[in-house]
């Protein structure tokens, strides 16, 4: 089923972008709040059926052309090279995230990108409702964990509760490429 409600997520924003329409004028046309609508795009947040449908009524998107069609087959997913999903995220400047995965079962519930950290790059502290793993598959990274500034480099790994106030800077001269793991609660 998550699988489904991805699938819809992604043909929404592939939609809005084909038609050349910005989150703001969405927003205004539907009367559902752009961060609202962002959210829907990036897997974020599953969408009420009222809100679904204002937002396909808005993009002209009729129900029968939604791909309601699972990706999953048999024991195992294959993610090809390049074929994750960019999300734009409103407090993540300067970092871009790449979604590859959310789990398709019910009984567990991950998220997996890469997230490229630019040179210079800073997010302020935030929390989540998730633990998260992080590997760093290329630069250096600080990660602020409530009051602690922890180096991760090439190689290293982070595990935490997402809950404690947590950012990343990139003080460093090249960028930095994480793999994140979110584990729901």
Do not use: C, W
Not at 9 to 36: E, N
Not at 141 to 149: A, G, T
Request: proline content about 3%; charged content about 25%.
């Amino acid at each position: 089923m998550d699988d489904i409600l991805i699938n819809i997520g992604r043909q929404l924003k592939l939609a809005r972008q084909k038609r050349d329409l910005t989150l703001q004028q969405v927003a205004k046309r539907t009367g559902v709040s752009a961060g609202l609508i962002s959210k829907i795009e990036n897997l974020r947040t599953t969408p009420s059926l009222p809100v679904l449908l204002k937002i396909m009524q808005t993009l002209s998107i009729d129900l029968s052309e939604l791909d309601l069609s699972s990706s999953v087959n048999g024991d195992y997913i294959v993610i090809k090279n390049g074929t994750g999903t960019k999300e734009d995220r409103e407090d993540s400047v300067n970092l871009e995230y790449t979604h590859l995965l959310s789990s398709p079962s019910s009984d567990s519930s991950i998220r997996v990108y890469i997230v490229s950290v630019s040179a210079g790059a800073y997010r302020k502290p935030i929390s989540t409702n998730a633990n998260e793993l992080i590997y760093v598959l290329g630069g250096k990274v600080n990660y602020l964990l409530k009051k602690d500034k922890v180096l991760l480099e090439k190689g290293d790994l982070l595990y935490f509760d997402g809950s404690i106030p947590h950012g990343v800077s990139n003080e460093f001269d090249e960028q930095a490429t994480m793999l994140k793991i979110y584990f729901l609660h």
